[in-house]
């Protein structure tokens, strides 16, 4: 095989994963649909296609595979067959496979799969057919291994997909390409997508390689652009300064042409979350409506990447833990049928994103006593609302008595969080009993240019992205005092505030007293602190470059920017920085606690 067959070969393979993603799309929307000949003639364009350019590139198999596929609508499309949700779930079988193709052909472009048993569910289909016995889906491996098929356990699981067939030759299979990533995630009956309809631009692809190469060399552009700026700030030459001027002005478009390559709509990830609600609703037998809204909403590809599996785990909780089965729901008032929104929208240069469901909503003296029973909280401890709702994020923490498929095991929403904050983004809860529950995700656009506040701190400077930071201020003589074993608090409006000097992260000592010093103040799982600085010297926007490996892992360190005074420096993740502090927090948090605990007891006693 010479390499432009190699190259035609992939290039197929790419355009087939975005056709089965659309196919997916299209199954669920026809569910709610079933006699909307639009969606029957879009799938048997799509698997026509497939079959066509598949043998037209020298994958036979794919081609014989899909030809069956293209039968199989056309018997729907000549009403041969009812479209139902058991003829939807055939179809999603048949994308699950196409995808564990499709991800063994990336691997190796002759691999062979074993379709038997799936091309003759397709042929023999009929609505009286016993449906095969299913196992619980395994996530495949991610290093170099042979896939092979696990076997049964003693008393199979019932889940609403079946394990997919394995190919029979193929070295390795990427875990986020297979079927089992995603079919093993659950989702509703009648998801259906609200959204305006894009205008069509023309487009082409472009390696990743090329756009991190291109981003790279404006960042560098950005830096030696400010330090010309910088060098020139005094001169007198007035047309030089123009000019110096006008070239600021072009970086800043290139950099906004250049970032906005990786800027992608939330389409395609919104999407997935129609089969995720689908198939979850299934397995715990309720009726589940997914609305998408701002699904054209753009977001840097990196970001977007990391925010699946959160999406997936706020989904399923919605469904399996927020809303109600149908005669909860009847017996309360509601319709049977539950309603989940997932929404996209930019506020303030952020993106954010909104799961919004109709459910029972949160119970927070529940989810206290919950707390209590696995040792989160102690009884003594004094919860707002918000902060009990908070609870739901802590590890080990579910309102499920007992272990199902889908929840129950105290893992998850910790994980949500922790890949959120990781992003620089945050989590709110908003919750109304037996109303409903909307949790919030707030994300920057991009992790490669940030706002950053330039702090300086032993004529060292430091950039703390503005994101992180709640206020600064200059503390005042009456809010600092001093708890012994503790070191200094902040008085801030009758809140006690655990504060820092920002060399103590870094072993460095201070000369200059607190009051003659800035504080910024972050809130990290709602629990604030302070950091002194010497001096903020101003706003800026970063170039954000990655540590080198000797340093990468760093803790409260997320990178490194070159100044305009062409000196490095450090990008500090407030949040990381205080796990090296953690143990005196803990210290702090628990005599905050005593001393709320010990103020609300003298309120009551009076």
Do not use: C, W
């Not at 193929?170 to 309809?197: I, Y």
């Not at 030459?237 to 123009?242: E, I, Q, S, W, Y």
């Not at 360190?557 to 305009?564: D, K, N």
Request: charged share 25%; net charge negative; no cysteine.
């Amino acid at each position: 095989m010479d390499d432009f067959e190699k190259e035609l070969r992939v290039g197929f393979l790419d355009e087939a994963e975005q056709s089965i993603a659309d196919a997916e799309v299209t199954f669920l929307s026809l569910e709610t649909e079933p006699n909307n000949s639009e969606h029957i003639n879009k799938i048997f364009r799509l698997a026509h296609n497939l079959k066509g350019s598949s043998k037209a590139v020298g994958f036979e198999q794919f081609g014989m595979f899909t030809h069956e596929f293209e039968s199989f609508v056309l018997r729907a499309k000549n009403n041969e067959l009812q479209i139902t949700a058991k003829a939807i779930s055939v179809m999603l079988k048949v994308t699950d496979f196409v995808r564990v193709m499709i991800g063994g052909l990336r691997a190796n472009l002759e691999a062979v799969f074993d379709v038997d048993d799936l091309l003759a569910e397709m042929k023999n289909f009929s609505e009286n057919q016993t449906p095969a016995t299913a196992v619980e889906p395994v996530a495949p491996p991610t290093s170099a291994t042979t896939f092979e098929e696990p076997s049964a356990p003693a008393q199979a699981q019932a889940t609403i997909i079946s394990l997919p067939p394995k190919p029979k030759k193929v070295e390795t299979l990427k875990a986020e390409e297979s079927a089992t990533s995603s079919s093993s995630t659950l989702g509703a009956p009648g998801a259906t997508a609200q959204s305006k309809t894009a205008v069509v631009d023309e487009s082409i692809r472009v390696s990743m390689g090329k756009v991190e190469t291109l981003l790279n060399l404006v960042g560098e552009m950005v830096i030696l652009q400010s330090v010309v700026s910088q060098n020139t700030a005094n001169s007198d030459f007035t047309n030089f300064k123009k000019t110096i001027d006008h070239l600021g002005k072009v970086t800043k478009e290139i950099q906004d042409i250049s970032m906005s390559l990786r800027m992608v709509p939330v389409k395609t990830t919104f999407q997935k979350m129609q089969r995720i609600v689908r198939d979850t609703a299934q397995l715990l037998n309720k009726d589940v409506m997914l609305t998408l809204f701002g699904e054209e909403t753009e977001l840097d590809k990196s970001v977007l990447e990391n925010i699946n599996d959160p999406l997936v785990h706020l989904i399923r909780n919605s469904v399996d833990h927020g809303i109600e089965s149908a005669e909860k729901r009847l017996a309360s008032g509601k319709k049977a049928q539950g309603s989940v929104h997932l929404k996209a929208f930019h506020r303030s240069g952020r993106l954010v994103i909104e799961v919004i469901d109709d459910g029972a909503g949160l119970d927070s003296e529940k989810l206290k006593q919950i707390a209590i029973s696995k040792g989160i909280i102690k009884e003594t401890d004094v919860l707002t609302e918000a902060e009990s709702y908070k609870l739901i994020f802590a590890p080990g923490f579910s309102t499920k008595e007992l272990v199902t498929e889908v929840s129950g095991r105290g893992v998850g929403m910790d994980v949500v969080k922790t890949n959120i904050e990781k992003l620089g983004g945050e989590v709110e809860i908003e919750s109304i009993r037996h109303k409903g529950t909307t949790i919030r995700i707030s994300l920057p656009l991009t992790m490669a240019i940030v706002d950053g506040l330039i702090a300086s701190y032993n004529n060292e400077k430091y950039i703390i992205p503005l994101n992180h930071v709640h206020e600064t201020l200059k503390p005042k003589t009456s809010q600092i005092y001093e708890e012994k074993n503790l070191g200094s608090i902040l008085l801030l409006r009758g809140e006690n505030v655990p504060m820092y000097y920002l060399g103590d992260f870094f072993n460095e000592s201070s000369h200059k007293p607190e009051t003659e010093m800035i504080a910024f103040i972050f809130r990290s799982n709602n629990k604030p602190f302070a950091v002194l600085v010497d001096d903020v010297l101003g706003l800026q926007q970063i170039v954000v470059k990655r540590l080198s490996a000797g340093i990468h892992d760093m803790k409260g360190v997320g990178g490194t920017t070159i100044l305009g005074d062409g000196r490095p420096s450090l990008i500090l993740e407030p949040n990381d920085l205080l796990l090296r502090k953690i143990t005196r927090v803990k210290k702090v948090t628990h005599k905050i606690s005593n001393i709320k605990n010990n103020n609300l007891n003298k309120e009551n006693a009076a």
